[in-house]
C-alpha cells in the first residue's frame, strides 16, 4: 500500500525510539531486521524528489505531526497499543513453552488415556483376532505351571499358620471353611496377579518399550496400523479372559493342598475339611473371585502397556520402565482389592454359623 503527501521544504524525519530528528535530503533508505516483514511503503514527494520509506504492517504506522521545534511537519513513527497489550500473553506463552508436567503425572494420564482408547475400539470391534489368541495363549497355558506351584505352597503355608491352633480350641470341623473363604475371597485372585504381573506385565512392558525406543510403534503408524488395535487392545484382552480361569485353577489347587497338609500332618480328615468347606462357601464367593481377577489383570495389561509405550531413553529406559510398570501393578492390586473387598462383602459375617 502507497501513500502520497505533499510537504514544504525542509523534510524531517522524526525517531520516536531516539527522540531526535533528521533532515532529509536526496534519497534516503532505512534498514530493519530481517525478521521482521516487511509489507507496507510509504512514499513522500516532493517535487521531482521522492522519499521512500519501508515499514512494517503490524509493527509500527506513520503519522504527520507539526514539529513543535520549527512548525514544519515531521513524520513520527508510533506504536501500536495492540503490540503493547500483546507482550503479557508473549510472556504467558514463553513460561508455559518451557515448563513440562512431571514424568508420573502424564504416564498416570496416558493410563486414563489408553484405558478409553482400549474400551472404545473394542466396543466398534477394532480387533486384532490373531494376536489376541497369541496373548491369550501367553498370559494363559504358559502360565499355568507357576501360578499353580505359587498357589500350593502358599495354600500349605497358610495351613501351617492356623490349623494347629484350631484343633487346639476343637474347631476341627472349622478349618476347610476358613481355608474356602480365606481362597476365594483374597489368596486366589491376589497371588494369580501377583504371579502374572511378575512374569507377563514385566514383559509386556518391556516389549513394548523396546519397540517405542527402537521405533517399531511409529512404523506400524506409517503402514497404516493403529498400535492400540494391533500391540494393546489383544494384551489387554487376554489378561482380562485368562485370569478368572487361572484364579479358579489356583483356588481348586491351594484348597488341595491345604487338606492333603491338614490330613497329613495335624490329623485332620479331608472329608471334613470338603464338608466344611462346601457349607461355608456361597456362589458369590467364587464369583467376587471372579470379577476381582478380571479388574486386577485389566489394572496389570494396562498399566504395562502404557509404561512401554512412554518409554524414553534406550535400554535404560526399557529397564526403568518394566520395574515401574512392576511395582505401580501391584500397587494398583493391593488398592483395587481393598475397595473391591471392601464393596462386596461389608455385610458378610454368617458363612462359619453353618458349620
Avoid at 147 to 171: K, Y
Avoid at 247 to 269: E, H, I, K, P, R
Amino acid at each position: 500500500m502507497q501513500s502520497s503527501f505533499q510537504l514544504q521544504s525542509p523534510l524531517f524525519f522524526s525517531d520516536s525510539n531516539s527522540s531526535r530528528s533528521i533532515q532529509l535530503h536526496g534519497w534516503m533508505q532505512t534498514k530493519l531486521p530481517s525478521s521482521v516483514q516487511l509489507v507496507k511503503k510509504l512514499k513522500i514527494r516532493k517535487g521531482i524528489q521522492h522519499y521512500k520509506f519501508i515499514l512494517p504492517r503490524e509493527e509500527t504506522k506513520l503519522a504527520a505531526v507539526p514539529n513543535t521545534d520549527d512548525g514544519h511537519l515531521s513524520v513520527s513513527t508510533l506504536e501500536e497499543e495492540a503490540n503493547k497489550n500483546n507482550a503479557f500473553f508473549v510472556e504467558v506463552d514463553t513460561w508455559f513453552s518451557k515448563w513440562s508436567p512431571p514424568r508420573y503425572l502424564w504416564r498416570g494420564l496416558s493410563v486414563l488415556i489408553l484405558a478409553g482408547q482400549v474400551i472404545i475400539r473394542t466396543l466398534k470391534g477394532k480387533l486384532h483376532w490373531r494376536n489376541t489368541l497369541q496373548q491369550l495363549e501367553r498370559v494363559g497355558p504358559k502360565s499355568v505351571g507357576v501360578c499353580l506351584l505359587t498357589s500350593a505352597f502358599v495354600g500349605m503355608a497358610f495351613t501351617i499358620q492356623f490349623v494347629r491352633e484350631f484343633t487346639r480350641l476343637g474347631l476341627n470341623r472349622a478349618v476347610g471353611g476358613v481355608l474356602a473363604l480365606a481362597f476365594s475371597r483374597e489368596l486366589s485372585p491376589v497371588v494369580t496377579s501377583i504371579v502374572i504381573a511378575g512374569r507377563v506385565g514385566s514383559a509386556f512392558a518391556a516389549e513394548l518399550g523396546t519397540m517405542q525406543v527402537s521405533e517399531q510403534t511409529d512404523t506400524l503408524r506409517v503402514l497404516g496400523t493403529n498400535p492400540v488395535d494391533y500391540l494393546v487392545t489383544p494384551r489387554v484382552i487376554a489378561s482380562c479372559v485368562a485370569l478368572p480361569f487361572l484364579t479358579l485353577m489356583c483356588f481348586t489347587v491351594g484348597m488341595a493342598s491345604s487338606a492333603l497338609l491338614a490330613d497329613s500332618v495335624y490329623g485332620v480328615s479331608i472329608n471334613i475339611i470338603l464338608d466344611s468347606a462346601q457349607r461355608a462357601l456361597r456362589s458369590w464367593d467364587i464369583i467376587s473371585a471372579m470379577i476381582k481377577s478380571q479388574v486386577f489383570g485389566a489394572i496389570i495389561s494396562i498399566v504395562s502397556c502404557a509404561w512401554g509405550v512412554t518409554t524414553m531413553g534406550g535400554a535404560k529406559g526399557v529397564g526403568e520402565s518394566t520395574t515401574s510398570a512392576v511395582v505401580i501393578s501391584l500397587v494398583g492390586i493391593f488398592v483395587a482389592d481393598f475397595a473391591l473387598s471392601y464393596c462386596f462383602f461389608q455385610g458378610a459375617g454368617d458363612s462359619l454359623k453353618k458349620l
